[in-house]
T-cell receptor, first 114, second 114 residues
């Protein structure tokens, strides 16, 4: 099925470093969502973006909805060990018929070296 | 407010058997969707139910089926299990199907087929 291009696929960083990841698509979305999944758990919503150009923060996390509506990025500042996990982006379409369709990236696996 | 509850959390089945997984959405949420997650494959959409009706379906064989009850609880069933069905099965709920309604995941059901 459809998937977003999420990059990088994995990252290994030192504690305290900033992290940046992004998702791109050839399709236009009306919502972008960012989730984090801890090992053995379900994904947890981090940030939801609803408007092109929107920049939203959640603590040390900041995400932006690209103005073309085809991309989004997530930044994590001053990383800490508990930031370890897999980060997923998801773009939401609402095609004709009002049946929402959510398209997922393959995830960015983040490892933080204390 | 209780989150999305999935049962069982872990189960082991043998090839050829069938399995039923259960999901109780967040109170008030009427939309339930199911995903299969395997290493390296990200989240693969199975189907979405809203008001007891299947509204969206992913590209999975007919062995995968689901249903939703009047209280919004949902079940998914996999018949004639294959080794490749081993995965984490995630349920997610949201208020409705309209654009902008973000989804919230349960912790998942780990299925191992031997």
């Amino acid at each position: 099925g459809q998937q977003l291009n999420q990059s990088p696929q994995s990252m290994f960083i030192q504690e305290g470093e900033d992290v940046s990841m992004n998702c791109t698509s050839s399709s236009i979305f009306n919502t972008w969502l960012w989730y984090k999944q801890d090992p053995g758990e379900g994904p947890v919503l981090l940030i939801a973006l609803y408007k092109a150009g929107e920049l939203t923060s959640n603590g040390r996390l900041t995400a932006q909805f690209g103005i073309t509506r085809k991309d989004s990025f997530l930044n994590i500042s001053a990383s800490i060990p508990s930031d370890v996990g897999i980060y997923f982006c998801a773009g939401q379409l609402t095609p004709a018929g009002n049946n929402r369709k959510l398209i997922w990236g393959l995830g960015t696996s983040l490892a933080v070296n204390p | 407010k209780a989150g999305v509850t999935q049962t069982p959390r872990y189960l082991i089945k043998t090839r050829g058997q069938q399995v039923t997984l259960s999901c109780s959405p967040i109170s008030g949420h009427r939309s339930v969707s199911w995903y299969q997650q395997t290493p390296g494959q990200g989240l693969q959409f199975l189907f979405e139910y809203f008001s007891e009706t299947q509204r969206n379906k992913g590209n999975f064989p007919g062995r995968f089926s689901g249903r939703q009850f009047s209280n919004s609880r949902s079940e998914m069933n996999v018949s004639t299990l294959e080794l490749g069905d081993s995965a984490l099965y995630l349920c997610a709920s949201s208020l409705g199907q309209l654009s902008g309604n973000t989804i919230y995941f349960g912790e998942g059901s780990w299925l191992t087929v031997v």
